[in-house]
């Protein structure tokens, strides 16, 4: 298993040594938002602060309104993933000199649409001019009673759910950036991958409420579902059983997208652009009553394995089950400098670590 | 006097028709930072982004140490103006891939001097990387009792003060950026200006605690002098009469900055770089209780004037007074895309309209 994650690593070195605070409940990198006590009461606010720029940088978002929807989207799902009421968003834009009426009423349709799904209203913000485009927020929300949930608090015996089929992060990336990925899929169709509707994952706030209640660890899939998995499994010092093979747990426009591009249905998981679903944990003795709770609200979860002492993931696949270093495909993407190509031949090399998976899978399109 | 503000008209297109809460106390403008009240409790949030962008694009900070104090800086004096409590930052960095460690030392260490120096714990943040360094926040602030003020509600009779000696962000500015501007002043010097202390304005959150027991509006000037005055004058539907002569205002080394590059000193209160000061107002009946609690707590505030019913801000030079059009003063920074020189040039010209001031400054140097 790879010992030194790249991100984390740089997490550390830019926050180790600047004051915290004693009121905050969570440690560095232990939460998807900023959990504070307020002081005098019994309220908990959530802050976190995300911005969108590789993904405008790197052409992955071209559109306007995707933009303005993810800058409120990625902020929102880290409120969701800790259970949080939306309070509000300030939204911080900088934008190329002379960015024409068109652009900024796209812009503001998607931050716009994005605010009224969520409840989450715009309190103010900071414009600012520069030729490179970037555009973040910071998100509030508040917990005004019940149980607490942060990245760390599962055990071996908790159930493995994710908030909904996955993939469609992986699908969208593979999508607008693929053609270099399809190249790198030995036997890759020409056809490629395209999306028919928009890219717009919406941020779980219904169901991390929910999971707040009932379960003991929760986290946004913003940077994938591997990542995910790989960032709880190190905070939590356990393991994941993926019981479900991959192709069970992707989205439709994923499978499709797998497909298309020839690459194996796990690799949808890999992507280092997420789906924002929330993926959490549940102890055994509560799974029934979350999952009653849930279907309550009409929302299905969706059963992705256990935890278990023994660290790392396991993937299943056609009855069989391997392990996938999962802190090798996180730092993947930072080695092949976001090199799509590259980064697919990556993955397609750290398949030896899940051989009973991947035997199957390659050629793609013989299982499902 | 200038009507329409081009940054405030490009902040009412961004902003109009995005979803508003109901919670919040401010309307769009209205408040350094936003004030959402929290539901089923007597406390007040203040939360406020600002990014350092054109700052470090132009090179007017280059030192690391500095930006990082900025970035924390900008964010805290917005907390001071509203008076607030501070809670703690989210910080939003944006580096260029491969950023050294020197680097990032230099600017933990000014991250970390602010922070200590406002008790303002760092909660958290989001790192990205571009070619485009930016470096923002998110504070959070508290009220937990006691009034709010905000950019509203100065009237005339009102004293109009400042938390302390004005111009040293101009003086900055013409010290890193001012070859140009030097030579756009006629007769100027050859000497310029150099800063010997290194540029570190600190976030008046003490005194702006204060302030909100006794004020009636405040704004801190992280814009200039003068565009605070023209923004709380437009909120307001007043005006500004500022009794006192720009170089009794001055900071000694604003002041040696304006004679050496041999510019009138008001100009020293007009730069978009500013000092990161309060300007407030206070009724005329605390006026005497206000200054008694600021010398409680060893605090002298710089009377500049008073608010009057006639709208525009009039300066006093050598026992006259002129009137300055400062909504065009601050729509010139823009008009003339942040040229230091052509900026200065502007600012001469502007000059008639504030003739009994200007008379006797230029050449600059016979006046104090």
Known sequence: MTDVILENALI???ARGLPRSPLQVNGLQESDAELVRLPGTSLVLAVKTDCIVEEIESGLYKDPELIGWMAVTVNASDLAAVGAEPLGIVLAETLPPGTGDEFVGALKLGIGAACERYALPVLGGDTNFSAHMQIGGCAIGLIREGPLITRVGCRPGDRLYASGPLGAGSAFAFAELGSGAREAAPGAGVGGASSAAPFRP?????????????GSACMDTSDGVLATLDQLLRLNGVGFRVDRPPEELLTRAALVSARAARVPPWMMLAGPHGE???????????????EDAAAQAGWLPLVLGDVVAEPGVTLAFDGGRGPLDTGAVRNLFAEVAGDVGRYVEGLLR???????????TTPAGTST
Do not use: H, K, N
């Open 12 to 14: 550390e070195r830019l």
């Open 202 to 214: 919406v941020a779980r706030l219904a169901e991390g409420a929910i999971v707040r209640r009932f």
């Open 276 to 290: 924002f679903e929330l993926v959490f944990t549940v102890p055994g003795p509560r799974a029934a009553a979350f």
């Open 350 to 360: 750290l398949r030896p670590a899940a051989q009973r998976i991947s035997q199957a």
